[in-house]
């Protein structure tokens, strides 16, 4: 992930549930299909993380951390392991914008042009294969632009938002 890579190894204990080790720290995980999308419910000792996968031709997912999407390639390096790397263009940098990462429908804005937000700020509700994508600010910084509308319609690789 951000150009490192992980060791992982997943072993299978039931129908839809694993036992997951992460460079050595080892993670309870249930795993449910609706259509080509899996949702992950990751136990550690500490805390609960829920995501979403979605696969892709070409060794690619789309998976949705916290309802913040990252889309990724999965490089199988042998028994065990698999390297995430995160694409860098997912976020942009301070003072950049912010993309639809999917085709979809904006069905809410929860900001407004020239508001302060800090990271992981809710901007906007993306609105794909009918679920509800909380898209957050990727850094600190001031709304200079809001480029869509409520209810308006986005292709991937449209802008969103840009920050400054």
Same mark, same amino acid.
């Given at each position: =992930? ?15 549930q694993?036992?997951?080790t *992460? ?10 299909s609706i ?6 419910? +990751? ?7 829920h995501?979403?996968?979605?696969? &892709?031709?070409?060794?690619? +997912?789309?998976?949705?951390l ?10 199988? +390096? ?6 995430? &790397?995160?694409?860098?263009? =997912?976020?942009?940098? *301070? ?5 639809? *990462? =999917? ?9 407004k042009?020239e508001?302060?937000? &800090?990271e $992981?700020?809710?901007l ?5 294969m ?10 600190? $910084?001031?709304?200079?632009? =809001?480029? +869509?509308r409520?209810?308006?319609?986005v292709?991937?690789?449209?802008? *969103?938002?840009?920050?400054?």
């Amino acid at each position: =992930m951000n150009d490192e890579s992980y060791a992982v190894s997943i072993e299978q204990k039931g129908k839809g549930q694993y036992q997951v080790t *992460l460079d050595g720290t080892k993670f309870e995980a249930e795993t449910t299909s609706i259509g080509n999308i899996t949702s992950w419910l +990751v136990r550690s000792e500490t805390e609960n993380i829920h995501a979403k996968a979605l696969n &892709r031709p070409n060794d690619r +997912v789309d998976v949705w951390l916290a309802s913040m999407p990252f889309p990724a390639t999965v490089q199988t +390096v042998g028994i065990g392991g698999y390297p995430v &790397r995160t694409e860098s263009r =997912m976020r942009s940098a *301070l003072g950049g914008q912010i993309l639809a *990462l =999917m085709p979809g429908r904006i069905t809410s804005i929860l900001v407004k042009k020239e508001e302060e937000v &800090r990271e $992981g700020t809710p901007l906007l509700i993306l609105e794909a294969m009918k679920m509800q994508n909380e898209i957050t600010s990727p850094n600190s $910084g001031k709304i200079k632009r =809001m480029f +869509v509308r409520e209810g308006e319609t986005v292709k991937k690789g449209a802008p *969103l938002v840009s920050i400054e």
